[in-house]
């Protein structure tokens, strides 16, 4: 059984920064892949940002540049830096993680509660 709890997010000003930390909690024997993801209003769900645990990263074009997304692996933590805010990154962001625990040889993806990001002036 695995928990991933978020933090952060909010209300931001456009050009403003914030940083999202999910923490992954439970009898967790390893975690693979870790990914923030985002949803707004009447759009799907999408990806932002991904890293493995070799720290191999990659972004979604809308964000390339202006967010950062980083790892502690010894504390089952995923991190999302976001700078330069704009209006359109308004959404609930939710965390990813591919999980093995221990009592099962396979993994599994489990999902953060979704934090609200809302750029606003």
């Known amino acids: 059984q695995v928990q991933l709890v978020e933090s952060g997010g909010g209300l931001v000003q456009p050009g403003g920064s914030t940083r999202l930390s999910c923490a992954a909690s439970g009898s967790i024997f390893r975690i693979n892949d870790m990914a923030w993801y985002r949803q707004a209003p009447g759009k799907q769900r999408e990806l932002v940002a991904a890293i493995t645990r070799i720290l191999s990263t990659n972004y979604a074009d809308s964000v390339k540049g202006r967010f950062t997304i980083s790892r502690d692996i010894a504390k089952n933590t995923v991190y999302l830096q976001m700078n330069s805010l704009k209006r359109e990154d308004t959404a609930v962001y939710y965390c990813?993680?591919?999980?093995?625990?221990?009592?099962?040889?396979?993994?599994?993806?489990?999902w953060g509660q979704g934090t609200q990001v809302t750029v606003s002036s």
């Open positions: 990813n993680a591919d999980v093995r625990v221990w009592a099962n040889p396979w993994y599994s993806v489990y």
